[in-house]
């Protein structure tokens, strides 16, 4: 059974990364070297969060079921790895 509040709660933690990732892109932009270092201990602060509720909530699966070869963390660093690379246009 899914749990509403949890998951309301993932939600909250994505959109908060979202917005950490963006100011730290701003910040590595502009030169604000210890900003950006900072920031990026938030982000990991909050992908550890992130990780921990979503394993929480995928405690609701069923015994022996197949658990996904994505993590929270490296399906960020794969985003945000993929939004760095230069398109091919």
């Given amino acids: ?3 509403p509040r949890l998951e309301d ?3 909250g933690l994505e959109l908060q990364l979202v917005e950490l990732v963006e100011n ?12 950006a270092k900072e920031l990026d201990r938030e982000i990991a602060g909050l992908q550890l969060e992130l990780a921990a509720s979503a394993e929480q909530l995928g405690g609701d699966e069923p015994e022996g079921a197949p ?5 929270a963390t490296t399906a960020i ?4 790895a993929s939004k760095a690379e230069p398109s091919a246009a």
């Fill in 1 to 3: 059974m899914s749990n």
């Fill in 9 to 11: 709660h993932l939600v």
């Fill in 24 to 35: 730290r892109k701003r910040a590595a932009v502009q030169g604000r070297i210890e900003d």
């Fill in 67 to 71: 658990k996904p070869a994505l993590t």
């Fill in 77 to 80: 660093t794969a985003t945000t």
